[in-house]
């Protein structure tokens, strides 16, 4: 099983920077997937950003050169680098684990983390 533990969310000013983590914990497999979406009221679910095991990384149109993704393997954490934000950000973001192996697939979410972007 694995646990994911979000942190980082708040309220930040437009222009502002916020970094969100992800902790992740128990069976993770090492070929795996990680990452960020987001929901707004009233909006479904978007993704916003993905971390392959591999190294490959990918992002929404909306977030690209403002947002960054990355792992840290030693600590079985994901990042979320959030700058330049704006209010259109504001937002639930969550973050998912994926494997699949030839036996199964595993999906797991956090709990999620409210950014808020206002003046």
């Known amino acids: 099983q694995v646990q994911l533990v979000e942190s980082g969310g708040g309220l930040v000013q437009p222009g502002g920077s916020l970094r969100l983590s992800c902790a992740a914990s128990g069976n993770i497999f090492s070929i795996n997937t990680m990452s960020w979406y987001r929901q707004a009221p009233g909006k479904e679910r978007e993704l916003v950003a993905t971390a392959s095991s591999g190294g490959g990384t990918t992002y929404a149109d909306s977030v690209k050169g403002r947002f960054t993704i990355s792992r840290d393997s030693a600590k079985n954490t994901m990042y979320l680098q959030m700058n330049s934000l704006q209010p259109e950000d504001t937002a639930v973001y969550y973050c998912?684990?994926?494997?699949?192996?030839?036996?199964?697939?595993?999906?797991?979410w956090g709990q999620g983390s409210l950014v808020t972007v206002s003046s």
């Open positions: 998912r684990y994926y494997h699949s192996t030839r036996s199964g697939r595993l999906e797991v």
